[in-house]
């Protein structure tokens, strides 16, 4: 069963801690995604900022930042061309399977590095960004994000966020809700013309986090073709748990499925984005996941979960 995890944030650990991406001590590398049988990888570009740049330990503006870990990433691509290659295009994942290659599809986690400027999405779609997250968890030019405070968490987006989703649809880049208020989410749905996904975010009606989506939310997406990647975290799974079990991520799974559709529920782990701990360790071991999944679900389904759903809306989208 090939994999397409929607979301990690392994590239800032590299940049962080200084290793590769063929082989490390983190949740995913070439090798693990090799054992698990991945298909490809999202790898984000995550773009830390408030307490999050100051625990991190980086420094710079967001667009700085950004071209570090861009560096970092062509230069891992680069390096390790005999596993990986970059995929720009649905058709450029089914070349690199037929050459026996992982697809790389980078992405972008916060789209603060826009500043209300629509060329910057020019900029990064010629560096390969095909997926971008508008938001992490502070306000930023486009929108607000997330927030306990239901006022806060029910503003749409900003005017020059509407204009950034329609010209990511125009540009071929998949627009990600992920982080996104729940305002935000709406007027997403109401003016994305594309298909657009939750990378990597669970059920609100089985963990009450504002992250995570709610039943009609979830409807919504599953009617606008999107789809959403559950996410390992174990808080988005179990309400303070900081042990993620693989029966709570089939929970999620199997309600997501039930209210979004069969056709809209896909993978998003965050992993080397997550610190709880984890039943499956690392990418290497999600054969556990996939054979709990397997006494409930048909091949046919189990492969939409797995990588079909995804697949979908990268050929829909780019």
Known sequence: MKLLDMHCDTILECLIKNCGIRENNLHIDLNKLKKAGALGQFFAIWIPSGEAAEHYGVTGTPKELF???????????????????????????????????????????????????????????????????????????????????????????KPFGIEAVEYMNKKGIIVDVSHLNEGGFYDVAKHSKKPFVASHSCARALSNESRNLTDDQLKTLGEKGGVVGVNFYSEFLVEKSMHTKTEDIVRHIDYMVDKAGIE??????????????????????????????????????LEKICSGNTLRIIKECL
């Open 264 to 301: 809209s529920v896909g993978l998003g782990t965050d992993f080397d984005g997550i610190d709880c701990t984890l039943e499956i360790e690392n990418y290497g071991m999600m054969d556990k996941l996939i054979s709990e999944l397997q006494k409930k679900y048909s091949d046919d389904q």
């Open 67 to 157: 071209y570090r870990m861009y560096d970092l990433y062509e230069a891992e691509l680069k390096k390790n061309s005999d596993m990986i290659l970059p995929a720009l295009s649905y058709q450029d994942i089914l070349d690199n399977e037929k050459a026996g290659k992982l697809s790389s599809i980078l992405t972008i986690e916060d789209s603060t590095l826009l500043d209300g400027d629509l060329k910057v999405i020019d900029e990064v779609y010629d560096k390969g960004v095909r997926l971008m997250t508008l938001i992490w968890n502070y306000e930023n030019t486009l929108a607000y994000p997330n927030d306990p405070d239901n006022e806060i968490h029910m503003k749409g987006l």
